[in-house]
């Protein structure tokens, strides 16, 4: 059987990317890996913690053991990892955490699935693997850094991150095409842009605004609002990330984008409009160090080598969205008690 090793699959790319996988395939098993810190939820995966086709294991991916007892126990094949310290705002108050999350755990899997797929694993200069064997990174467009008024980033672009959490996918990234040209060990890495759809932890954008919207409280929008980002429905992710399973090119990079540029403050009328409410809910807040100004995707390579591209309209998408939280608002109410309010009150709060 075809054993998928998805580390973070409780959080919110991981969880719609488990149950696409389980939805499309009915031959292959998926072993989720996850911390469950603040982001990790398994409410989100209450609907396939049944089936006979998935495992969860409770661990950390810096934990060489529990790695290596999964590759072990599970006869793991592919690595899709998504498990990182993923939010801005957290790694600019504690970048120690992402540095080690991010990068020490992207090691420590990659050199578990180097040993546990080498034919000669005592060898260290073996190049040679099990037939189909693949390890995916699922990277982040920030690694690119910023953009000005025109252009888009490709797969050549400079990296040139700007805050600690891009710091340090970026520097993971780097580990793993490293291990790529070194050992030979079979990787691809996808960047994708902004994320939304069910599912999604709300201090990100869109949920936080429909969580803001439904409370009636204030919406928290940084600087002017006119930051830009490229919009992707997380199930064109998770069929963008198949894709390069099955079909990606050893070796390589694919930029995954969405096609919908819009300004922060754009979406967020949009939410308001959406929900009900108006403008008046719009707070102005501090603008966070380094924020980056524009990010858009060139998705070429993926659609014109791949034949991938996203399904989603944003349009479609955002009602679909906007609809998820509204028929979900327990979900939300249990994943924004406790430690998210006090987050909450000292990233907004204080602005």
């Not at 390579?301 to 998820?324: C, H, N, R, S």
Request: one cysteine or more; aromatic letters at 10%; a negative charge.
């Amino acid at each position: 059987m075809h054993t998928i090793l998805v580390t973070g699959g409780a959080g919110f790319i991981g969880s719609n990317f488990v149950h696409y996988m389980l939805n499309t395939y009915p031959d292959i098993r998926i072993v989720n890996l996850d911390a469950l810190t603040y982001a990790g939820n398994l409410e989100n995966l209450r609907d396939v913690e049944s089936d006979a086709h998935y495992v969860f294991v409770k661990g950390d991916v810096r934990d060489k053991e529990t790695v290596d007892r999964i590759f072990e126990n599970y006869g793991i094949d592919t690595v899709v990892h998504f498990a990182a310290e993923s939010h801005v705002d957290r790694s600019i108050t504690h970048p120690e955490v992402f540095l080690s999350t991010n990068i020490l755990g992207t090691g420590v899997l990659l050199d578990s699935a180097k040993r546990h797929w080498s034919l000669r694993p005592d060898d260290k200069y073996c190049r040679e693997y099990q037939d189909g064997v693949k390890y995916l990174q699922v990277s982040t467009d920030e690694v690119y850094g910023a953009l000005g008024k025109t252009g888009m980033f490709t797969e050549t672009s400079p990296l040139s991150p700007n805050s600690p959490y891009s710091a340090s996918k970026t520097s993971a990234d780097l580990i793993v095409r490293a291990y790529g040209e070194t050992y030979g060990l079979p990787v691809n890495i996808t960047r994708c842009s902004n994320n939304y759809g069910p599912y999604q932890f709300p201090e990100k954008l869109i949920p936080l605004m429909i969580h803001n919207c439904v409370q009636n409280i204030p919406l928290p929008v940084y600087g002017d609002g006119m930051q830009i980002r490229d919009w992707l429905h997380v199930s064109d992710h998770c069929s963008a990330i198949d894709t390069v399973l099955q079909k990606g090119r050893i070796g390589e990079v694919y930029n995954i984008g969405g096609n919908n540029e819009k300004a922060n403050i754009e979406i967020v009328r949009l939410i308001l409009h959406a929900t009900g409410k108006d403008e008046s809910l719009i707070r102005y807040v501090k603008d966070r160090p380094g924020h980056d100004r524009r990010y858009a995707i060139d998705n070429t390579k993926i659609t014109t080598e791949l034949g991938w591209t996203p399904k989603y309209t944003f349009e479609q998408g955002m009602a679909d969205t906007v609809q998820w939280y509204l028929n979900n608002t327990a979900w939300v109410e249990h994943v924004v008690s406790g430690a998210y309010q006090n987050y909450y009150k000292e990233m907004y709060e204080k602005a």
